[in-house]
């Protein structure tokens, strides 16, 4: 079980404690020691799941009994939290192969008949689509898609991304009302300061200083590639094609000086959801720690000062840094939790 810590109902309390009640209260029929405040439980695991792939746990069946008994007590979601559960069922019984556990059967069968009788998933889109907006954010729905090389198939919940990387001028919003430390770039390269490229020289302390400034967070690696990808799985944001200069700001003429450009100037490179400089421009810092490099993050999307080449230009490319590196190809963008 991958242990987190989190507010839930007011207090402290770890996703082990969640689970714990969940099986008191709806695997043995027990009372469970403590009391739980649902709802808060269920958007805990939302914003969880967003982060940690629902393939990866095999015991994401405490999240889907959770939206199954919730959908009788919240009326206002049921569609969502039923068809909701059938996922992470269904996603549950392919990762263990366990297809006669009763308390994830019953239930997993009981979704399924009033989900058709009831049209929920039409629904369900209804509601998805109605989502609200975040100014410079685009939502990328939940469901699979194939992650890394290999092309593993991957479930995420819902959640926003920026459509472009954070700029200077975004940056310098941050410096003037917190008075954090500018990146030194601004005065030594003027010509990677300008507004409306993206900000370069910033560790991934940096980063996530900004996002706690913004209420915000840095993307997963997993969180990163679906945004680029989309649910295909696109060797490339756009598709198959090959990278031309017009679509990656790539190194591509070595008789010049590498070049940082503006993201808008890219639009047909944008990503199946509409995400913009994804290949190319800038390395994007990620929140996934790099299991074999002690004290670095994994880092996508190569940079201006790359060749186009499919080390760095391919979506499910990747290199690492470690925290505390600050030079002028690394920048990052958020993310946002989808929570309806």
Request: hydrophobic fraction near 35%; proline fraction near 7%.
């Amino acid at each position: 079980m991958v242990k987190t810590e989190g507010k839930v109902g007011g207090v402290d309390l770890s996703r082990e404690k969640i689970c714990q009640y969940v099986w008191a209260t709806y695997v043995d029929a027990t009372k469970a020691p403590f009391e739980l405040d649902e709802g808060e439980a269920l958007r805990f695991f939302e914003k969880f799941y967003a982060k940690h792939p629902l393939n990866e746990d095999k015991e994401c069946f405490f999240y889907g009994i959770l939206l199954y008994e919730q959908a009788f007590q919240d009326e206002t979601h049921r569609a969502r939290f039923l068809v909701k559960a059938r996922e992470v069922f269904e996603v549950y019984r392919k990762v263990t192969g366990d297809t006669e556990w009763d308390a994830v059967e019953d239930r997993y069968a009981d979704v399924q008949e009033m989900i058709e009788e009831e049209g929920l998933e039409e629904k369900v889109k209804a509601a998805v689509a109605s989502a609200p907006s975040v100014p410079g954010m685009v939502m990328i729905p939940a469901g699979p898609f194939p992650f890394g090389p290999d092309g593993e198939e991957t479930v995420l919940e819902p959640f926003y991304i920026d459509v472009e990387p954070v700029s200077n001028a975004a940056y310098r919003e941050f410096v003037a009302e917190t008075n954090y430390r500018p990146p030194t770039g601004w005065e030594s390269r003027p010509d990677l300061s300008l507004p409306n490229l993206p900000v370069t020289g910033v560790s991934w302390m940096d980063a996530l200083q900004y996002c706690k400034w913004k209420g915000t967070a840095l993307p997963t690696v997993q969180q990163w590639e679906k945004a680029a990808r989309g649910p295909e799985g696109n060797t490339y944001p756009w598709g198959e094609e090959e990278p031309t200069a017009a679509r990656v700001n790539c190194h591509w003429n070595r008789r010049r000086d590498p070049e940082l450009k503006p993201v808008a100037d890219y639009q047909d490179a944008a990503s199946p959801h509409g995400v913009l400089g994804l290949v190319g421009g800038v390395w994007e810092w990620t929140n996934s720690v790099h299991p074999e490099h002690e004290g670095s993050q994994y880092i996508k999307g190569g940079s201006y000062v790359d060749p186009a080449d499919p080390r760095f230009v391919v979506a499910s490319s990747f290199l690492w840094a470690g925290k505390k590196t600050k030079v002028d190809i690394l920048g990052f963008r958020c993310t946002k939790a989808l929570v309806l």
